[in-house]
């Protein structure tokens, strides 16, 4: 159905306000993958505090609607986000750290959103539109698995995003997605800034040595064939699971990891950016 000139004169109007409130942003970095159960948003997460941590002023935007679980990763549960004005503050983890989640508007974990794409349209909206990053290095986001209302919303809200980092595991089952998504991006004509392969074996936290449980190394020849960077091999550490579980940033805390290595590794081509 066709839009008429007046809601036409609103949306552009709504888009310039969305200009106007980010312009102080420098950097707009989306993390998408193909598929559910990557751990998309423990490495969105861990990638906005290895960010903050190298001095950058960052903000991190989870726009998962029906899953929000960057509060729960950042130990943010129960924070309540207030408004001012007509201005949406977000939540300030650290001097350097804003983060926003439609999870700091629900009353319990157990509440379900159940929403239509246009309502799922109108809250990212509102994330861009009325909240106050201010001035900020980089705006990441982590959006929800797959090709559809989330992602494709907050591309063509963002209008230019610097591109995005592509979150996937060894196995095929997940690869097939991935490669969709590697496509959705060339179609928005978003640049895709590197594949990133999670779960990538097994370290033993005593021993240290390596088990490549689920393989290795599939998502560096897709990202090959798909003619992409590839930006690193994360391996399973049962730390993860544990920090995310306790809401302890792992990059923070156990620094010394190899999954923290890779992650900061990951982070590289982020930094180069002017």
């Known amino acids: 159905m066709p839009f008429n000139e007046e809601q036409q004169k609103q949306m552009q ?7 106007e409130r980010i312009k102080q942003v420098k950097h707009r970095i989306l993390v998408l993958s193909g598929k559910g159960g990557v751990g998309k948003s423990t490495v969105a997460a861990n990638l906005a505090i290895s960010l903050s941590l190298e001095g950058k002023k960052v903000g991190l935007l989870d726009i998962d609607i029906h899953g929000p679980s ?13 408004a001012t004005g007509g201005v949406i503050l977000p939540i300030t983890m650290a001097e350097n750290l804003k983060v926003m989640s439609i999870g700091f508007l629900l009353r319990t974990d157990n509440d379900a959103v159940i929403w239509r794409g246009p309502m799922k349209y109108q809250m990212i909206k509102q994330f861009l539109k009325d909240v106050d990053w201010g001035n900020l290095d980089f705006l990441i986001v982590d959006s929800p698995p797959g090709t559809g209302d989330e992602p494709l ?70 990202a090959e064939q798909m003619k992409v960077p590839f930006l690193g091999r994360v391996p399973i550490d049962p730390q993860v ?15 010394s990891s190899q999954a923290a290595k890779a992650f900061k590794e990951a982070m590289a081509p982020l930094l180069k950016f002017n």
């Open 13 to 19: 109007a709504e888009q310039e306000q969305i200009r």
């Open 70 to 82: 960057i509060p729960k990763i950042l130990n943010l549960k129960g924070k309540a986000i207030q």
């Open 241 to 255: 699971v544990q920090a995310c579980d306790s809401g302890r940033p792992y990059i923070q805390y156990y620094s």
């Open 153 to 222: 919303s907050i591309v063509q809200l963002l209008e230019n995003a610097d591109g995005a980092i592509i979150v996937t595991t060894p196995q095929e089952v997940a690869l097939s997605d991935v490669r969709k998504c590697i496509t959705f991006c060339e179609q928005l004509h978003l640049p895709v800034i590197g594949v990133l392969e999670n779960m990538s074996g097994f370290v033993c936290p005593g021993c240290g040595q390596r088990t490549d449980i689920f393989k290795s190394g599939g998502g560096q020849q897709m």
